[in-house]
Every structure is written in C-alpha cells, then in structure tokens.
C-alpha cells in the first residue's frame, strides 16, 4: 500500500494488515480495526444518505467514543471535514458554531441538541447508526474522493473573550502531524493507550490517529475516572502509556502517594501536554511508578505539536520541553518579527507541514497568526514566549495571555504557579492576572495558610513576581479538556471577596 496520505488511510492500512488487533475500546464495547474500518464505512453510507458529500460539514456530539471514532474515518472517506463537540456544548455556544460551521449533519443522541440543530435547519444521525458496518469493497466516496490538500477537520478553540474559532486541518496536514509525533513517542502495537481526555479536546482525538499508525490500541475514559477511579481504571484496563494533562497527572501523583502500594506494573510512559508538567509532580510519578518514562512536549492547536523531549530528558533538562519534530523550524523573534540568539526570550514561531491551514472564515485572523514572508511556507505566529538553547531545546516561558504587567515588571503566571508547586504542602496552583482594579491573585490547594504561601514564594522567585494576594481552595475546578477552569476560579475569588 502506498504510504497514507488521507486520515482513513492510517486505518485502512492497519485493518489490512492486523484486522484482528483491538483499535479503540470504551466502557460500551470494543472495535478490532477491521470492524473500524468496516463501521466506519458504514457511517460514510449514512451521512451519504443525509446529504453529506465533499466539503459539507459533520459535526459529533456524543459521549460514545466508538460511534465518534467511525464517525471520524467516515466524514474522511466522504471528503467532509468532521469536528467533534464536547458534550456540555449546548445553548449559545452550540447555536454559534452551527450557525459558523453550516453543518449538513449532526451526528447526537442529546435530544436538547438535536432540538437546537433543527432550528438551525440542520439534520441529526444517532450515533448507533454509524456502527453498522459495510464491506470494503462498497464505494462510500462519490466522484474521486479527498484529496490531501483538502480540510479534513475543524478543531474549535476558544479564547477568553471571544466567541469559539475552528482551526482548520487538512489530510497532510493531520497526517504528518501524526507521523511525526509517532516518531518520538513511539507507541508499540502491544500497547494500550489510556486516554481520559475527551475525543473534543485534539490530544484526546489523536490518540485515534497515533494508535492507528502504531497498532496500539486506545482505551477511552473520561474525565470522571481522572479523580479516585483513576488508579484503578488504569490498572483494570491494562494501560502501558497514559495520555495525561497537568490536572490529571497531579490527581494520578496524588493517588500514588496514597496507595499504600498499589502497583500499576505496566504502566511504561506518561505523555503531557495543555500545560507545563510540575517538577514536584513528576518526582511523585517517578517515586511510585519506578518503571515510568515522562515526556514533555509543547504545542497548541494551530499546529499540534512543535516540540517533544526524549522520553525523561526532563531529568536533563528539568525547564524544557523539547526540541522541534522532523521537518520543522522553530524560531523565536523580538516584537518587530527579528530572530533572536539564543537565550533570548521572545515570540515562539513555528513553520513545518503541520502548520495548519488557518481559521475557519477569520480571513484577517488568519492572515495575522499565519503569515507569508518572502514566499516562504506560512508560519505559525503562536503568542507564546520562550527562548531556544545552543542545542535548540525550547524553554517556554508563558503564553501571549499568561503574561501580565506587576508593579511595572513583566510576569508569566507559568512560573509563578511552577514557584507554588515547589512549596512543600502546595498540591495545586493557578494564577489570575490582574484585571481592572484588582491585582493578580495566586490560587492554591494545600495545607498551608495563605500568608506563609506568599511569604514561602519569595525564596522561589523574585519578590516583585509573588502576587499580593492568595486564596486557598479546597480544590480547583476543570474544564472538559482537564485544563484549571479560570473563569470558575475567578467567579470564586470575587465572590469570596464580596462577602467579607
């Protein structure tokens, strides 16, 4: 078979040659990579039938991990770019990316969204009718398919402010993206991913993607077992590598340290990405899983991944999170775009074949994160800060928004939250950066009281960045994504202030 150069490709090629091998398993069943492959079909034949075609739009959403998977393959066949829906998506939020993505269908057994999309004149599919299978040989593709120049995703990320924006991903694009990743972290076909992160969030979906090129197979959780269940789901399912974000790896770290020696054996590598991994926490990974590599890694959803450590190079490097995949180019530029030397600290920039296309209709966002110079390929302008090394390990310093003015000094809250976690007694850190008349404010879960947290800050760093003010919380909520859900923090920290 030629190499895969279209997203059904990687499963196509994996059914062909392990059809018996497990692919993706949920609390709901289970699907070999043949009968993906076969269901996947399937859901081709059905969104056919409801109109779906090349370039028409398929939006899922849905908690069945094995209809999203064949609903996934299924729009690729058919040329349709697919975007998957976390489930609490509902009312406004729903109402706006049906009405900027203009779906032909949408695939969902939640019966208040199916409610919304039928005022928005758009059709539903349940997801039990993209499990049926259908032979190979049946064409599910009119006229001569996808090509790998075409979208085959719609990623929507959402900022503080403004309303959700879809980045756009091509086969070639997702497809390399995939390979490359592949290269460095190296699943093994005798290895069980497990992934409580939802198929919404891209590092949940790409587990899909990564285990079809390697033939491991995914075991699908979610983020109610990313709290106490978690030991135990990973040891019940087997799990080799765990595909974690900061917020869960703490609770996994937490977990550990209480066990009383329970073991998870098997239990070989541990992937972070959403946000940097905190140097306590992995210490507790590696004192309770002896066996464990960690690897680091830094991107965002305009390209995927930019950078991945070797797996424990962090011991090595304890700030940094790797250097660039194959056939990529990072730079790091000063505010009028110039690179700068090593050690200097400015806009990260990222070019490669995984730069992904652009915005979804954001004709001038587009043109503003993803420009041309000198003919050149387009590069990713990510708002992100950090410095490259001699050897060209990127040092990520905080995100454009992660960066605030304190009493006239620039501070990231990366590292003041980094600076929280090393205090003993500190399980969770987050900062709020200042906003109209208050100041930045510093979250924390832990034993510790307040002022002794910020008194116990200054001998991390310097004492201009310690924020004024610290507020302990019996526990910091998430999103869907696992990431610290500030605007719930926040909510919380100005409501306590309004009561005293």
């Known amino acids: 078979?030629?190499?895969?150069?279209?997203?059904?490709?990687?499963?196509?090629?994996?059914?062909?040659?392990?059809?018996?091998?497990?692919?993706?398993?949920?609390?709901?069943?289970?699907?070999?990579?043949?009968?993906?492959?076969?269901?996947?079909?399937?859901?081709?034949?059905?969104?056919?039938?409801?109109?779906?075609?090349?370039?028409?739009?398929?939006?899922v959403k849905t908690e069945n991990g094995l209809a999203t998977a064949s609903a996934v393959y299924g729009a690729s066949r058919l040329g349709a770019p697919f975007s998957v829906l976390h489930a609490d998506?509902?009312?406004?939020?729903?109402?706006?990316?049906?009405?900027?993505?203009?779906?032909?269908?949408?695939?969902?057994?939640?019966?208040?969204?199916?409610?919304?999309a039928a005022s928005a004149h758009v059709s539903c599919l349940p997801p039990e009718a993209l499990l049926e299978p259908r032979?190979?040989?049946?064409?599910?593709?009119?006229?001569?398919?996808?090509?790998?120049?075409?979208?085959?995703?719609?990623?929507?990320?959402?900022?503080?402010?403004?309303?959700?924006?879809?980045?756009?991903?091509?086969?070639?694009?997702?497809?390399?993206?995939?390979?490359?990743?592949?290269?460095?972290?190296?699943?093994?076909?005798?290895?069980?991913?497990?992934c409580p992160l939802p198929l919404s969030f891209d590092y949940g979906l790409y587990q899909l993607f990564l285990a079809a090129v390697s033939g491991a197979q995914v075991r699908l959780g979610s983020m109610a077992?990313?709290?106490?269940?978690?030991?135990?789901?990973?040891?019940?399912?087997?799990?080799?590598?765990?595909?974690?974000?900061?917020?869960?790896?703490?609770?996994?770290?937490?977990?550990?340290?209480?066990?009383?020696?329970?073991?998870?054996?098997?239990?070989?590598?541990?992937?972070?990405?959403?946000?940097?991994?905190?140097?306590?926490?992995?210490?507790?990974?590696?004192?309770?899983?002896?066996?464990?590599?960690?690897?680091?890694?830094?991107?965002?959803?305009?390209?995927?991944?930019?950078?991945?450590?070797?797996?424990?190079?962090?011991?090595?490097?304890?700030?940094?999170?790797?250097?660039?995949?194959s056939d990529t180019e990072l730079t790091v530029v000063d505010d009028d775009g110039a690179p700068l030397p090593p050690g200097a600290t400015g806009e990260i920039v990222v070019r490669g074949p995984h730069v992904m296309s652009g915005y979804w209709r954001r004709p001038e966002l587009t043109a503003r994160r993803f420009p041309r110079r000198d003919g050149l390929f387009p590069e990713l302008r990510t708002g992100d800060y950090g410095h490259l090394d001699e050897e060209g390990y990127l040092y990520f310093s905080g995100r454009h928004d992660d960066l605030y003015k304190e009493r006239g000094f620039r501070v990231s809250c990366t590292e003041v939250e980094a600076a929280a976690l090393r205090l003993d007694g500190v399980t969770a850190a987050a900062v709020l950066p200042p906003?109209?008349?208050?100041?930045?404010?510093?979250?924390?879960?832990?034993?510790?009281?307040?002022?002794?947290?910020?008194?116990?800050?200054?001998?991390?760093?310097?004492?201009?960045?310690?924020?004024r003010r610290c507020v302990r919380m019996d526990s910091l909520p998430t999103n869907g994504n696992g990431k610290f859900d500030r605007r719930l923090i926040t909510a919380h920290v100005e409501g306590r202030a309004s009561t005293r």
């Not at 998506?89 to 919304?116: F, K, M, W």
Request: aromatic content about 4%.
């Open 1 to 59: 078979m030629d190499t895969p150069a279209l997203l059904h490709d990687l499963l196509d090629e994996r059914a062909a040659t392990a059809p018996d091998s497990p692919a993706v398993a949920s609390h709901t069943g289970s699907l070999s990579y043949g009968r993906l492959a076969d269901a996947s079909r399937g859901a081709a034949t059905a969104l056919r039938a409801k109109g779906v075609g090349r370039g028409a739009r398929v939006l």
């Open 89 to 116: 998506v509902r009312g406004a939020p729903l109402e706006h990316v049906l009405q900027d993505s203009e779906p032909t269908v949408l695939v969902t057994d939640d019966a208040d969204a199916a409610r919304t």
């Open 135 to 194: 032979a190979p040989g049946e064409s599910t593709a009119a006229g001569g398919g996808p090509l790998p120049v075409d979208p085959v995703c719609l990623i929507y990320t959402s900022g503080t402010t403004a309303l959700p924006k879809a980045v756009v991903s091509t086969h070639q694009q997702l497809v390399f993206a995939t390979r490359a990743i592949q290269e460095r972290l190296r699943y093994r076909p005798d290895d069980l991913v497990y």
């Open 225 to 325: 077992e990313a709290g106490p269940p978690l030991l135990r789901a990973l040891r019940e399912s087997g799990a080799t590598v765990f595909a974690g974000v900061p917020s869960v790896s703490d609770s996994l770290a937490w977990l550990l340290r209480r066990s009383q020696g329970e073991k998870l054996s098997r239990l070989r590598l541990l992937t972070n990405t959403g946000a940097a991994l905190s140097e306590k926490t992995r210490t507790a990974l590696r004192a309770g899983l002896p066996n464990l590599s960690i690897q680091l890694m830094y991107g965002l959803t305009e390209c995927k991944r930019a950078t991945i450590m070797p797996p424990d190079g962090d011991l090595d490097r304890p700030d940094s999170s790797g250097v660039p995949l």
């Open 435 to 467: 906003t109209g008349d208050r100041g930045a404010v510093l979250t924390v879960v832990g034993e510790v009281p307040e002022e002794e947290v910020l008194e116990r800050m200054c001998e991390q760093i310097e004492r201009f960045k310690v924020p």
